[in-house]
């Protein structure tokens, strides 16, 4: 079994993912949903294999480790972020298939405000949502946008690397944890030592990165990160409680002051046609957000970003209402990806029925 034919085959179907289990059909995951092509069962040995093909020396490593996650380009042009890893004592793949070349900022559906963040000069700004919801590719859309328009210095720190810069008026360096760096920790301790202007820590993992960001942001870097949260409060609780009670206060004031914004982002299917089509909430720090978060109070942050449309705030739930209104998604999917579906099924004028638009 080819993992090369494997990986072609997704890119030609349009899969976002690929997962490779023994005992079963290589599958592929297309619009979200996971599809069998063939019913070719997988052996034990095939998997051992592809194992073995995709890390080399390093393969006997899994076996100690149980898992290695990297990336890798294959028929000159297809990159992939690859997960290997060890279940019931059998290896498993999920390979993920990355964008050809780095999108447009342009083209991502993304609201207006978004744009603006790349023209910052200091500060935070968090990209959210779950494993798939499109943060890696975001992320690289905002730092391409910055290369093409800013003579700067830009430093990635990824776990692995995903997309590939190529320098245009910045200059780019790409730091993969485990081949250019030890680790997170070593890695974060000598960034700020490496004279950049802009900054892009993969994921907000733990105190370390939490607080070489914020250090970072107060000392006038423009820092990028990602988070595994659904919305701006969520996103802003969940760093707050990797901390030690005595330190709360301390960090919301922290953020308060350099917290930029915050995207938390899902992809759902498109109501008449194939594909996804990608809905997100947007907060940009007001004066009153800082408020609620140096006070604690981010129970009532969506509130305030509902009351500041004007300046390009809007929650998700707001969001999945206008793409209703716009025919992109059914009725049906807004509501059961909101945060308050009684809200969202009112605003589309649905009453307490359930079914399609």
């Known amino acids: 079994m ?90 498993s793949a999920a390979i993920r298939i990355l964008a050809d070349k780095i999108p447009d900022l342009d083209d991502l559906g993304l609201p207006e405000v978004v744009k603006k963040f790349p023209e910052q000069r200091k500060g935070i700004v968090l990209i959210t949502g779950e494993t798939g919801s499109g943060k890696s590719t975001t992320l690289a859309a905002l730092l391409d946008s910055i290369n093409k328009n800013r003579k700067c210095h830009i430093i990635t720190l990824e776990d692995p690397i995903e997309y590939i810069y190529e320098p245009k008026l910045a200059t780019i360096n790409q730091r993969e944890i485990g081949k250019d760096t030890e680790s997170y920790a070593s890695g ?62 301390q960090i919301r004031n922290q953020l308060s002051m350099t917290l930029l914004g915050i995207v938390s982002q899902q992809l759902l299917p498109k109501k008449n046609d194939k594909g996804r089509v990608l809905a997100c909430e947007v907060m940009t720090v007001t004066s009153a957000i800082k408020a609620l978060i140096r006070d604690g109070k981010t129970a009532q942050i969506a509130n305030s970003m509902a009351t500041s449309l004007a300046l390009g705030n809007i929650t998700m739930d707001m969001n999945l209402i206008k793409m209703v209104k716009e025919n992109k998604i059914s009725v049906d999917e807004a509501i059961k990806t909101s945060n308050d579906g009684e809200f969202v099924r009112k605003s589309v004028g649905f009453g307490s029925r359930m079914g399609n638009l």
């Open 188 to 249: 974060l301790k000598a960034i700020l030592r490496e004279d950049p202007d802009i900054i892009l820590i993969g994921e907000m993992r733990d105190a370390v990165a939490i607080e070489t960001a914020l250090t970072a942001a107060e000392t006038g870097h423009l820092v990028f990160s990602t988070l595994h949260t659904n919305s701006a409060s969520d996103s802003i609780d969940r760093i707050v409680s990797v901390f030690p009670a005595e330190k709360h206060s």
């Open 2 to 91: 080819n993992v090369i034919e494997i990986v072609k085959k997704g890119k030609e179907l349009g899969a976002s993912d690929i997962h490779i289990v023994a005992g079963l059909p290589v599958r592929y995951r297309i619009d979200g949903l996971q599809e069998s092509i063939d019913e070719i069962v997988v052996s034990e040995s095939d998997c051992e294999d592809i194992g073995r093909e995709l890390l080399g020396e390093a393969y006997e490593n899994i076996a100690e480790i149980g898992e290695a996650d990297f990336a890798k380009t294959f028929d000159g042009n297809i990159r992939c972020r690859i997960n290997l890893f060890r279940q019931q004592g059998k290896l």
